[in-house]
């Protein structure tokens, strides 16, 4: 996960999104960073979404993951240690086949 960085994002949250092949392999994804979640007693907000691409005029479904400490109005050590799990959960070979690849990188 990475700081925000867009214009509609706070600077104080961590956020990363995932694509999927489609809605269900996204709702598995979900399921999967809820219990990672639960076992921390931290949750992130997690939306997934459908989203048409407008330039090549087909749609895409997408997990946006935002971890962020309401009470703190930022990220506290817990956000950091969620996230990096969440990195670590994506990378499990029963959860990376719920995902695809992001463009330029190495499957």
């Known amino acids: 996960m990475e700081l925000a960085d867009d214009d509609d994002s706070d600077p104080q949250t961590l956020v990363r999104e995932f694509v999927h092949p489609d809605f269900i392999a996204g709702s598995k994804f979900v399921a999967k960073l809820a219990a990672v979640a639960q076992l921390q007693t931290h ?52 959860v990376k086949e719920l995902i695809i690849p992001e463009q330029g990188k190495e499957a």
């Not at 992130?44 to 309401?70: F, G, Y």
């Open 43 to 94: 949750y992130p907000s997690i939306q997934l979404e459908r989203r048409i691409l407008s330039k090549q005029k087909a749609w895409q479904v997408v997990t946006k993951v935002t971890c962020h400490t309401l009470v703190l109005g930022g990220l506290s050590t817990h956000d950091f240690h969620l996230a990096m799990l969440i990195d670590v959960e994506a990378e499990r070979p029963e």
